[in-house]
């Protein structure tokens, strides 16, 4: 759309592009009634991109939860964006799979992955970071280890760990040494604390 003045001479012009009328319209508007117009001024007008951005697809295993425990278990995604950490919580369907917008551009991310009774998992410890290409992103994250009753004070599964469970040892419900999330902490989750005693998870560095 374009109005008022002469090429070189305008004194009041309106310039922009136009699609549809109406409430149904949309306008990209460069000026409105103003002298904005001179001879060899090039004026480009490009679609933005429409959708929601950053959008990670990502994929959990979580040592020794069952399927039919997987609903509730929850974590954190950090992103090192522009040298600081983004945290992006999420919660799991029962495959271990999630999907979280992270509004960011097309771009290479390093990650950290975290969630209660876990120990984390992280970039570049793993070789790959999130990669977002055209405004999505499909990530595998990793097995993450149990046996971590204190997320998010520490990354290790160590002695501390081993009180809690024999502390909590018999007892029903929510609790954090219920590593397996079967609602009860017993053998399998003394089992689980076992197979990981000493490990240290990956930790994320922001270049």
Not at 10 to 25: E, F, K, P, S, Y
Not at 103 to 117: M, V
Not at 184 to 194: G, K
């Amino acid at each position: 759309m374009g109005n008022g003045g002469t090429h070189g001479t305008d004194t009041g012009a309106t310039t922009g592009v136009q699609n549809g009328t109406g409430a149904g319209g949309y306008v990209t508007q460069y000026s409105c009634n103003t002298a904005t117009l001179s001879a060899g001024l090039s004026l480009t007008y490009s679609q933005p991109s429409c959708g929601r951005l950053g959008v990670i697809h990502g994929q959990v295993t979580w040592q020794n939860v069952a399927a039919a425990n997987r609903p509730s278990v929850t974590g954190t995604l950090q992103l090192c964006v522009t040298g600081a950490a983004q945290s992006f919580p999420f919660t799991t369907d029962t495959t271990g799979a999630f999907t979280i917008t992270t509004n960011l551009p097309d771009g290479s991310y390093h990650w950290q992955l975290r969630g209660g009774r876990h120990i984390d998992n992280a970039s570049p410890a793993d070789g790959t970071d999130v990669v977002i290409a055209g405004g999505s992103s499909t990530k595998n994250f990793g097995t993450m280890k149990g046996g971590n009753t204190n997320r998010p004070t520490d990354n290790i599964v160590n002695a501390s760990d081993f009180t809690a469970l024999r502390t909590q040892f018999g007892l029903n419900g929510i609790r954090s040494a219920d590593f397996t999330y079967d609602q009860i902490v017993n053998a399998s989750d003394f089992t689980v604390l076992r197979t990981n005693f000493g490990l240290a998870g990956h930790t994320m560095t922001c270049p």
